[in-house]
T-cell receptor, first 117, second 109 residues
Framework: GAVVSQHPSWVICKSGTSVKIECRSL??????MFWYRQFPKQSLMLMAT?????????EQGVEKDKFLINHASLTLSTLTVTSAHPEDSSFYIC?????????????FGPGTRLTVL | GQNIDQPTEMTATEGAIVQINCTYQ??????LFWYQQHAGEAPTFLSY??LDGLEEKGRFSSFLSRSKGYSYLLLKELQMKDSASYLC??????????WGAGTKLIIKP
């Protein structure tokens, strides 16, 4: 149980375009979802925390108008990278948790590798 | 500020035992996690400690001392597939996960 999927697994786009990444919890209801970014050989960096039905909470330094997060249902959150630039190329990973279910664990998706040309 | 410290890289021999240490200074404490991350993949959960002591799970064990702000991950009977980065993370008073930079473990035959 506790499977989280991400789509797409990798994407290449031109500079200036927007890219949407989906994160789904397949067998549980994720009241909270997290979006991380990881550059090569660096640790995970939390970008934002989203709770179903409310606005996401962004970490300091993360532009909310550039990284649009929508958590419209208990099983789906989306991250849209708007007007992507080469410096946005990174590994984006989502995770989901269900504190109401009594678990402290975050379940990670497989990640999405974004390359902006 | 909040800080998680763990060694950047460690090397060990196949079949041996290795201990990866993690020290933390956080605003509050609501549990410590260890994750394994292979290159190019997302992290996978290994262990969770919230009380002092040792939690054993097969070849992997995790220890916590809250008074010392210290944890370690112990890997026994090392296998080549254990070559990965090991991430220590602490959940603070706001229940937010604070991540260490990870320890890259290299296993040699």
């Amino acid at each position: 149980g506790a499977v989280v999927s991400q789509h797409p697994s990798w994407v290449i786009c031109k500079s200036g375009t927007s890219v949407k990444i989906e994160c789904r919890s397949l067998d549980f209801q994720a009241t909270t979802m997290f979006w991380y970014r990881q550059f090569p050989k660096q640790s995970l960096m939390l970008m934002a925390t989203s709770n179903e039905g409310s606005k996401a909470t962004y970490e300091q330094g993360v532009e909310k108008d550039k990284f649009l997060i929508n958590h419209a249902s208990l099983t789906l959150s989306t991250l849209t990278v708007t007007s992507a630039h080469p410096e946005d190329s990174s590994f984006y990973i989502c995770s989901a948790s269900d504190p109401a279910g009594g678990s402290n664990e975050q379940f990670f998706g497989p990640g999405t590798r974004l390359t902006v040309l | 500020g909040q800080n998680i410290d763990q060694p950047t890289e460690m090397t060990a021999t196949e079949g041996a035992i290795v201990q990866i240490n993690c020290t933390y200074q956080t605003s509050g404490f609501n549990g410590l996690f260890w994750y394994q991350q292979h290159a190019g993949e997302a992290p996978t959960f290994l262990s969770y400690n919230v009380l002092d002591g040792l939690e054993e799970k097969g070849r992997f064990s995790s220890f916590l001392s809250r008074s010392k702000g210290y944890s370690y991950l112990l890997l026994k009977e090392l296998q080549m597939k254990d070559s990965a980065s090991y991430l220590c993370a602490v959940k603070d008073s706001n229940y937010q996960l604070i991540w260490g930079a990870g320890t890259k473990l290299i296993i040699k035959p």
